[in-house]
């Protein structure tokens, strides 16, 4: 693999840090100060400063939340209903993106910078999927400019799937995460969304997850998600 990917894995630092790391010199391979586009084998030796790399001593940690309403989605410990102190996890971890203090459903926390990156890189187009209620009945029209896009924050939203499911309810699956996107959508076209609940991203859902509780990714689940981001 590149270097740059191969140091990445290694969780020592990040990202940026890497590539000064890798821009001053002080990587090695084998001997050899590399640039970011270097292949590394497992057989070759790594360096930084002439001495063996340092090891996170971070186990990663891969959390799936269904967050109530009324949570802050901050790590902020003066912010009352903080996300971090609600989950009361034994390390130090955060939130991946945003669910406002209205919202409910699946958000994920991690202590994985790398992972953060990836994700909230909105040309990566990654899915979440979402189940609104609105405070009156659907319309064709309706449905038809929300998944064609809408003005909002004085841009077009881009196209996305929207599904009927009850008379004033529809599931949506957006590919990019405006602020509040989906509340700005449903009230430039005359609508106020009375719930809101993420149930998916990417790969991982809420199956099996109460309100309110957490749980460790792991094995396939978490594998393919690593995959996907990579």
């Not at 890798?22 to 590394?40: E, F, H, K, L, W």
């Not at 971090?84 to 390390?91: C, K, L, S």
Request: aromatic share 6%; charged share 30%.
């Amino acid at each position: 693999m590149r270097i740059n990917k191969y140091l990445n894995d290694k969780r020592f630092c990040s990202r940026r840090e890497t590539n000064r790391l890798i821009a001053a010199g002080r990587i090695t391979v084998n001997g050899v100060a590399v640039d970011g586009s270097r292949m590394v084998e497992r057989e070759d030796v790594v360096l930084l400063d002439g001495a063996p790399l340092p090891e996170n001593r971070d186990k990663p940690v891969y959390l799936a939340l269904n967050k109530p309403a009324g949570i802050t989605c901050t790590a902020a410990k003066q912010v009352e209903g903080n996300i971090i102190d609600y989950v009361n996890y034994p390390a130090r971890i955060f939130a991946v993106g945003r669910l406002d203090k209205a919202s409910e459903g699946l958000i994920l926390l991690t202590n994985d910078g790398q992972i953060v990156n990836q994700m909230m890189r909105s040309e990566h187009e990654h899915e979440k999927e979402y189940v609104v209620t609105v405070d009156k009945p659907l319309t064709a029209e309706f449905l038809a400019a929300m998944s064609g896009g809408v003005e909002i924050l004085g841009v077009r939203s881009k196209p996305c799937e929207v599904y009927g499911m009850e008379k004033e309810v529809f599931r949506i699956i957006l590919t990019q995460g405006l602020n509040l996107q989906i509340r700005r959508m449903c009230k430039a076209l005359g609508y106020r969304v009375l719930r809101l609940e993420r149930i998916r991203i990417m790969n991982i859902t809420l199956d099996g997850l109460e309100r309110g509780q957490w749980r460790q990714l792991g094995g396939e689940e978490l594998r393919l998600l690593l995959a996907r981001l990579s």
